[in-house]
C-alpha cells in the first residue's frame, strides 16, 4: 500500500462547480499535511498546508481527519485557472522532514 | 538567490553513462530534497540534506545514485551508468526548516537513449 494515497483522475468539471479532493495516508503518526498545486511541465507549488481543525483561503477549505488518517481539499466556484495536478502531501513520522507526496489528482475545469 | 536554480533543464545522455544534476537552493534554507517525478506520478522522494549530512536518503533506487551537498548549499545528484529507467523530471527543493513548506526549482528532466 501507498503512504500517501489520492482519487484517481482526471476530474472534469463546468465552471462554478464544486469539486472535493481526497487523500488518505497510511501512517498514523504522521504530523503536517499539505497540498500542492502543479501546473502542467511545471514545478509544484505549495496551495496550502492543512490544519487540524480545518482550515480556508477563499475558495479553498482543507480538512483533516487523524482518526480516518484522511484529507481533503474543497474548491468552491471553480475557474478555468484552476485546472492543474492537485498533490496531498504528508510529513513522515519520523523526527526528520522527509515528504511524501500523493500520486496527484488531475483536474480539468471547462467553460 | 530568488529562487531555487536547478542545471542542467534538460540533459540526454546514453544508457550507461554518468550524468551529474545540480541544485542551487533559496538562500539560507537549510534543508534540500531530492524528488523525481515520472509522466503521470507524483514526485518520488529520494534523499533530504539538513545541512551538510543527509538525513534521510532511504529513496535512492540503488547504489547508482549519490548525491552530495559539501558545504550546506550547492547539491549535485550523480548517476552512475545510467538505464533507460532513471528517465524523468528531477526536482529539486528546498525549505527554511526541515519538514516544512517546499520550495521547488523547475527540475532537470533527464532522458536516457
Known amino acids: 500500500r501507498k503512504e500517501v494515497e489520492q482519487d484517481p483522475g482526471p476530474f472534469n468539471v463546468p465552471e462554478g462547480a464544486t469539486v472535493a479532493f481526497n487523500c488518505t495516508y497510511s501512517?498514523?503518526?504522521?504530523?503536517?499535511f499539505f497540498w500542492y498545486r502543479q501546473d502542467c511541465r511545471k514545478e509544484p507549488k505549495l496551495l496550502m498546508s492543512?490544519?487540524?481543525s480545518g482550515n480556508e483561503d477563499g475558495r479553498f477549505t482543507a480538512q483533516l481527519n487523524r482518526a480516518s488518517q484522511y484529507i481533503s481539499l474543497l474548491i468552491r466556484d471553480s475557474k478555468l485557472s484552476d485546472s492543474a495536478t492537485y498533490l496531498c502531501?504528508?510529513?513522515?513520522?519520523?523526527?526528520?522532514?522527509?515528504?511524501?507526496f500523493g500520486q496527484g489528482t488531475e483536474l480539468s475545469v471547462k467553460p | 538567490g530568488a529562487g531555487v536554480s536547478q542545471t542542467p533543464s534538460n540533459k540526454v545522455t546514453e544508457k550507461g553513462k554518468y550524468v551529474e544534476l545540480r541544485c542551487d537552493p533559496i538562500?539560507?534554507?537549510?534543508?534540500l530534497y531530492w524528488y523525481r517525478q515520472s509522466l503521470g506520478q507524483g514526485p518520488e522522494f529520494l534523499i533530504y540534506?539538513?545541512?551538510?549530512?543527509?538525513?534521510?536518503d532511504s529513496g535512492l533506487p540503488n547504489d547508482r545514485f549519490f548525491a552530495v551537498r559539501p558545504e550546506g548549499s550547492v547539491s549535485t545528484l550523480k548517476i552512475q551508468r545510467t538505464e533507460r529507467g532513471d528517465s524523468a523530471v528531477y526536482l529539486c527543493?528546498?525549505?527554511?526548516?526541515?519538514?516544512?513548506?517546499?520550495?521547488f526549482g523547475a527540475g532537470s528532466r533527464l532522458t536516457v537513449l
Open positions: 501512517n498514523s503518526a504522521s504530523q503536517s
Open positions: 540534506f539538513q545541512g551538510t549530512g543527509a538525513a534521510d
Open positions: 527543493a528546498s525549505s527554511a526548516t526541515q519538514g516544512h513548506v517546499l520550495t
Open positions: 492543512v490544519y487540524s
Open positions: 502531501v504528508v510529513k513522515g513520522s519520523n523526527q526528520g522532514g522527509k515528504l511524501i
Open positions: 538562500s539560507g534554507h537549510t534543508a
